[in-house]
């Protein structure tokens, strides 16, 4: 009886021995912050939009295959608006007569489908994932006109 109760006694706490096993471990978080992570190559971030391609024309053949003359004078062809299942993107006029698209983040969902049907490659996929903010009109990407700045991100 008396080598049961020694026994008892001698043994290490459960507690103790997870806490020394851990002291010895790698940790299981990373140094975001500092530490950059690396991501693969086909990660999804913020879209970036480059005004100087975004020129193609839609010719605005419909049904009847008439000409639309206002399309043929500049305004953009509306194809990432189109294809957009969040309708994120939306037309504003940055001069009198030109359309660009403005991108509200906040909508997104970052399937990349105006990346893939843009013809003129004008909206880019990037890696920017920094997206955190307590201002929701931060995310609304707005257009700059040509004359401004060459790209708006």
Do not use: W
Request: some cysteine; aromatic content about 6%.
């Amino acid at each position: 009886m008396a080598d049961d109760n020694k026994k008892k006694k001698s043994r290490i706490s459960p507690i103790f021995k997870r806490a020394v096993a851990h002291i010895f471990t790698k940790p299981a978080t990373t140094k975001y912050p500092f530490v950059k992570p690396e991501l693969p190559a086909d990660s999804r971030g913020k879209l970036v939009y480059e005004i100087k391609d975004c020129n193609a024309v839609d010719l605005g053949c419909g049904p009847d295959f008439r000409l639309d003359i206002k399309a043929i004078r500049g305004s953009s062809c509306h194809v990432c608006q189109r294809d957009c299942p969040t309708h994120a993107i939306e037309f504003v006029e940055v001069e009198p007569g030109k359309l660009r698209p403005q991108i509200d983040l906040n909508n997104c969902i970052f399937c990349y489908q105006c990346v893939e049907t843009c013809p003129r490659d004008a909206i880019k996929q990037s890696d920017l994932y920094e997206l955190a903010t307590t201002d929701k009109k931060a995310l609304v990407m707005k257009p700059e006109s040509k004359n401004n700045k060459g790209a708006s991100q």
